[in-house]
């Protein structure tokens, strides 16, 4: 990467995906969120779960800080993998008990989660200092890079948009 990021830089990324956030949540509307098809037989609502979920095992290892363990955030056994391993690919079982968790909240309690999640992202990233920010390695979970290289918006942009907004052109039809 030929531009050193900073924290401000991270921080400026984070509201960049909460916008583009907040820009398909607005898209979707509310009488859709519920439907099944965005993402097969997933609905909005449990993208949004699905989302706040991975953000926040994001999160947890965040405001645990540099150096520090975090309990995996699902039920032991359910999958043999190691989470940590950038080739592990079996997140299926993972992603099914989430759905299965969130299924019977409310379109705004998760909306609310979702929103809320930004919050604490921000938030837990403008705690740390620059040091804790920039140079590689400082975060594990990261390997060797450091945490204002970090994609915060790819699992949104990369795996889900583009379904939903294909999704959203099939019902304007």
């Not at 820009?23 to 989302?51: C, I, N, S, Y």
């Not at 979920?53 to 994001?58: A, C, K, P, R, S």
């Not at 999958?79 to 008990?97: H, L, V």
């Not at 889900?160 to 304007?172: C, G, P, S, T």
Request: proline letters at 7%; zero cysteines.
């Amino acid at each position: 990467m030929g531009t050193t990021r900073t924290k401000a830089d991270t921080l400026a990324r984070i509201e960049d995906y909460r916008t583009r956030w907040r820009q398909l949540v607005a898209d979707v509307g509310e009488d859709r969120m519920e439907l099944p098809g965005p993402m097969g037989a997933w609905t909005f609502k449990d993208l949004a779960a699905h989302l706040t979920f991975w953000d926040g095992w994001t999160l947890a290892r965040l405001e645990a800080g540099p150096g520090k363990e975090v309990p995996l955030p699902w039920p032991d056994g359910l999958t043999a993998f190691d989470p940590n391993d950038p080739d592990a690919t079996d997140w299926d079982p993972i992603n099914a008990w989430v759905q299965e968790q969130h299924r019977d909240r409310t379109i705004r309690d998760v909306l609310g989660a979702r929103e809320a999640s930004f919050d604490r992202l921000i938030a837990a990233v403008a705690a740390l200092p620059e040091e804790d920010v920039t140079p590689p390695g400082r975060f594990a979970w990261l390997g060797d890079h450091a945490l204002a290289d970090a994609d915060f918006g790819g699992h949104l942009r990369d795996e889900h948009e583009a379904d939903v907004r294909a999704w959203l052109a099939e019902q304007r039809g």
